[in-house]
């Protein structure tokens, strides 16, 4: 498996993908690594799904790590490396995580981000839908203040990446982000002493706490937003576009729900 690994990323160079297979491959290397690919079994798979439930693991990770395994296995048939890909068993995937804010906590999030560029980051999240990454990378040259657009993909970027759209700024977001320009010191829209800033858990994780929202993290400001944009009736397809996703099954398996009018019609035609 090893060497049908390392051929899978030559073979996929660039993709954002690649940077997860490192993490994932340490997890799988030591079951599967000198595995013959066609001889991966059913019970290899229950074996490593066992071990990494022991050891604490959640089983979306493990959904993960074995459905990499699946996707090497399956580029080296269709390459003829092996003659068939076999059968990878994995845990069923986890339901979306449900868990989002409201306006009114994402209020007192902001008044509790006592750095600034967690404000920002913030702030920036929760306006754009954008991903951690996305807001993290994002650079002065991609924010147009004038015709107040987003693009949240580099275009210099050859990594395909997940929900990088290119989106308004709303007033609120615009008042916040034409300060920040005026005290920028670096290229990065989010940053920290002139330098780009690797992570935010720290600092977010310290205003949710003050907060009274210990479980507040980078995914759940996106998710937030997201429910937000459906509870105000938004389309779907709408909804779909900001966020950046590919299609519209995505968005409407996790948000649909919460939209006032989902499902209202059906119920109608119900009446008697």
């Known amino acids: ?13 660039g993709l954002a993908v690649l940077g997860t297979m490192t ?10 690594g000198e595995l013959e690919g066609v001889s991966v079994s059913v019970d290899d798979c229950r074996a490593h799904t066992m071990e990494r439930r022991k050891a604490g693991i959640k089983d979306g990770t493990i959904h ?18 092996i003659a068939r890909a076999p059968y ?8 979306p995580k449900d868990y989002h804010i409201t306006r009114l906590e994402a209020g007192r999030l902001l008044e509790n981000a006592n750095v600034p560029h967690i404000g920002i980051a913030i702030r920036l999240m929760l306006s754009t839908g954008a991903r951690n990454a996305a807001a993290l990378e994002l650079t002065w040259d991609r924010v ?8 949240l993909r580099n275009p210099f970027d050859r990594s395909r990446r997940k929900g990088r759209a290119t989106v308004p700024i709303n007033d609120q977001l615009f008042s916040v ?27 977010l994780k310290a205003a949710a706490v003050a907060a009274g929202l210990p479980d507040v993290s980078p995914h759940v400001l996106r998710h937030s937003a997201a429910v937000w944009l459906a509870e105000d009736g938004h389309s779907m397809s709408e909804i779909s576009q900001f966020l950046g996703h590919s ?13 006032p009018n989902h499902l209202r019609g059906l119920a109608s035609s119900l009446e008697f």
């Open 64 to 81: 993960t790590e074995l459905g990499h395994l699946r996707m090497v296995l399956k580029w080296a048939e269709n390459n003829g490396l």
């Open 177 to 203: 982000l034409a300060q920040a320009k005026h005290d920028a010191a670096s290229l990065f829209v989010v940053e920290w002493g002139g330098n780009p800033v690797k992570s935010i858990k720290k600092g």
């Open 247 to 259: 299609n519209t099954r995505v968005t409407e398996k996790v948000y649909a729900r919460y939209s």
């Open 1 to 13: 498996m090893v060497d049908l690994w390392t051929g899978y990323r030559h073979a996929k160079d």
């Open 88 to 95: 990878i068993e994995r845990p069923a995937k986890p339901d």
């Open 144 to 151: 147009d203040l004038d015709r107040r657009i987003i693009t």
């Open 23 to 32: 993490h994932t491959w340490k997890a799988l290397a030591s079951r599967f």
